[in-house]
């Protein structure tokens, strides 16, 4: 059966609401196969807004999706943080973990810098060791040879 953009439409946005009925339960109710409803749903997944996280599941928002939401939810207080929540398909949770992993990040970023820091300096450390072993090495030879030339054509100093 050929359905109507407008019906897709009115399926993927009864699908996405907050608390509505699932994919198996829409597939029962309207006879249409479940892989259908998820490829409308993919289809027309930004619909209402324009945004790019709207109507999506938290676990498929992109990190850029997952930073404009706490920026967003940063602003916002109270009952529109609330209603905003809900518009977006979001608890409250979701916002607490992407900030806990967005700080996650900032310090392992940190710590790579730290590290990489580090890395260079250990390098550099080495360079300088080797330098001077062979600086010592060479000193050592010239130590050894002047002992032996003293030894075989005697001490001129004394």
Known sequence: MIYTENFKKTMVQKMLIPGGPGVTRLSREIGVNK???YNWR???HDI??????THRSPRQ???????????EAARLTGEDLGKWLREKGLRSEHIEKWR??????LNQQKKNTELKEA???IKELERELRRKDKALAEMTALVVLK??????????ES
């Open 35 to 37: 892989q259908t409803l």
């Open 42 to 44: 993919d289809k027309f």
């Open 48 to 53: 209402g807004t324009g945004s790019a996280y």
């Open 61 to 71: 928002w992109t990190e850029e999706d997952k930073y404009e939401a706490l920026l």
């Open 100 to 105: 806990h992993d967005m700080k996650k990040n």
């Open 119 to 121: 890395k260079k300096r």
């Open 147 to 156: 002992k032996k030339v003293a030894a075989l054509w005697g001490d001129e």
